[in-house]
């Protein structure tokens, strides 16, 4: 053989056919050169297929194995397709329960061990073991074990296509201690399919299909799993169909979209980084602890979110930018449940996208100081009638425009806002800032352009809501640059309960007709100005 085998298999549509017994291929390699397809079959019972050395054809391309063992093992020891590869393999993929195992690699670091389909074990294997490192293929590749941990890797792996589909079907994978996984079919066409991930000891995941799809369950529990990264820069669509739990970064470079029940990605103070849209009607939770979470792609601008979730839990400090919530049309980007973003030890909280349009009780929150960013330009703000609250956090404009937040998204209605903190706009910048909640309640509990002034402003210029505002400006500052309209026509009660309300252009406060229906109480002796 080409490899140095001495075991050559020359006749045309070899067969090699057992009741019940073992068919082994002892210490030598063996050399497949009949340009054709060589069979062994051992039956239904428990005959075992042994290759006690290295497996390779003449070339050609056209030297094809197929094997059937029923409950017999079946073992390659050596390297199969080192140097001249086979033109197919197939083992019990239609029949038997039997182990596989490959102890040795199929191809090399340059070649494919198999050029042609590859079908590795079926829906009753027991299980299949790769216990090297390169597992190389230039053609369609499956591999099926029983449900479970079945597809087991037992050192540090990568399995690669030239551009074609790699499908891990029906068993788990599992990592076995120090077994990264590293998955890559190019940089064109080649899917990647895997029902599940598991690991013992924070094993590494890389997931590259290149242009193609991924498609992939639960990834990880516990401890299982070190750092995961899923997609490259040919940005194939990747569809998440479990929880994703990990000790290191998560990135997931493409196009996601969310299936199969409510999906999770927690990590232990590390970064997940989300660089495409999300879509999918489904809950999305992200935990990241102590690392950021970055979403540069909008989410449910195509398929909307149900739920979503982001470092809601108080004593997750990490930073979390997200770029959009939404598109450019009338539908909400995540609706019917709630949307939290951020908790009270949120470092920064940074807004840089132009559309946040929601369709459930919204929350922002991040830790006191000037930690809720909005560095978009123009950006809107809004729900379909739906409470929204700015939590703890001020807020800090950060791009010339008008930014607008409102629960009218669709029409008016109730929906009340409510922000905690102070609003700024930013030195250098021409800030507007309008704020209408229609007939829900409006409160703005911390003073409008204390530090950096807005330039028009404008707070419930729609709806029979109440309005409340503590200040603009302060002693030594205008907070608004231009005209202020506080209120409206329907607006039931207008409350200043702050002391300083200082603006350039005209100040117009508006409420409806009947008494009292304007409300000056800065409280003590503290006066108005």
Known sequence: ANSGGNIDITGTSATFTTT???VGFATSGVDLANNGTTTINTGAGGGTVTFGAGLESNGGDN????????????????????????????VNSTAGNATITFSSTIGDGGNAGVIGTTAIGGTASTAVNFNSTIYKFDGATTITAAAGDTIDIGAAATFTTANDN?????GNIELADGSNLTIDTGAGVGNVTIVSIDGHSSENVTIDAGAGTTSV???????EIGTLAIGSAENGGITLKGAVVTTGT??????????????????????????????????????????DITIDGAIGGDAILTALSVNATDGSAGNIEISDIGDGDA???????????GNTNTATLTLDGTIYKTDGATVFEAASGSTILLTGVSPTISTINDNLTFTQGNIILSAAGTTTINTE?????????????TIDGTSGQSEALTITSGAGTLQLQGTIGGTNPVTNLIVGNAGAGTVEIVGIGDSGTIGATGTAAIGNTSTATLTLDGTVY???????????TGGQNIVVSSGGSNAVT
């Not at 790699?166 to 029906?170: D, G, M, N, P, S």
């Not at 999770?264 to 999305?284: E, K, R, W």
């Open 331 to 341: 539908a909400a980007g995540v609706n019917t449940g709630t949307i939290s973003i």
């Open 217 to 223: 369950g639960a990834i990880g529990s516990g401890t």
């Open 20 to 22: 019940n017994a073992n």
């Open 502 to 512: 200082k603006s350039t252009g005209a100040q117009t406060y508006t409420a409806a």
């Open 250 to 291: 998560v990135t997931i470079d493409g196009p996601v979209t969310l299936d199969t029940g409510a999906i999770s990605v927690t990590t232990t103070n590390d970064d997940i980084a989300f660089n495409h849209t999300i879509n999918g009607t489904q809950t999305l939770t992200l935990e990241s602890g102590s690392g």
């Open 63 to 90: 030297d094809a194995l197929t094997i059937t063992s029923g409950t017999g093992t079946v073992t390659f020891t050596g390297a199969i397709g080192a140097t001249e590869e086979l033109g197919g393999l197939t």
């Open 409 to 421: 998204l669709g029409g008016s209605g109730a929906g009340n806002i409510t922000i905690d903190g």
């Open 166 to 170: 790699i499908t891990f079907a029906t």
